[in-house]
């Protein structure tokens, strides 16, 4: 299964977002080796900037992106704090993608309660599938769909010639 989210992929994200004129939004990055680390986001507010959101990231040894952590701007305590938090695991014909969110009343992570896994099947079809945590602890599916390879119709012209 091919990786889809990369270092290169964050980074190219992060300088597509830095050149659209458009947006409302201000952004900087710590970005070390090319390596993007953490991206933060600011509003205009009046002349200057305010703070908004840090989003940090976290690679394997293969340069895929495994953790993004989103902290947003508390004005009052003026620091940022967790928020939620994605968490990519790769295998060989799959990849999850899982949520949790920050607990301010334990200053902990909560258990990861969502997740997404998409699979590959015979490189032509692509299966997605929704997962939430119950009660009892276990994921249980609540919704699933089945995506064709986009590019697989293309040579349906030259079939019908």
């Known amino acids: 299964m091919e990786t889809i989210i990369t270092i290169f992929t964050v980074l190219s994200m992060y300088m597509n977002v830095i050149t659209n004129a458009e947006s409302k939004y201000f952004y900087n ?23 908004k959101l840090a989003c940090h990231y976290d690679y394997d040894e293969q340069g895929r992106l495994t953790e993004k952590t989103v902290c947003r701007w508390e004005p009052y305590t003026r620091q940022y704090v967790p928020d939620y ?12 993608l899982a949520r949790c969110e920050w607990s301010t009343r334990n200053e902990n ?44 119709g293309l040579l349906l012209a030259d079939a019908l010639k």
């Open 29 to 51: 990055a710590d970005i070390n080796d090319g390596v993007v680390e953490t991206i933060y986001v600011f509003n205009q507010n009046g002349a200057g900037l305010q703070e």
């Open 85 to 96: 938090k994605l968490r990519l695991t790769y295998n060989d014909d799959c990849y999850e």
């Open 109 to 152: 992570w909560k258990p990861f309660d969502e997740k997404v896994i998409y699979q590959s099947i015979n490189g032509k079809l692509q299966s997605v599938n929704f997962l939430r945590l119950d009660k009892d602890g276990a994921y249980h599916s609540v919704d699933h769909l089945r995506v064709l390879d986009p590019y697989e």
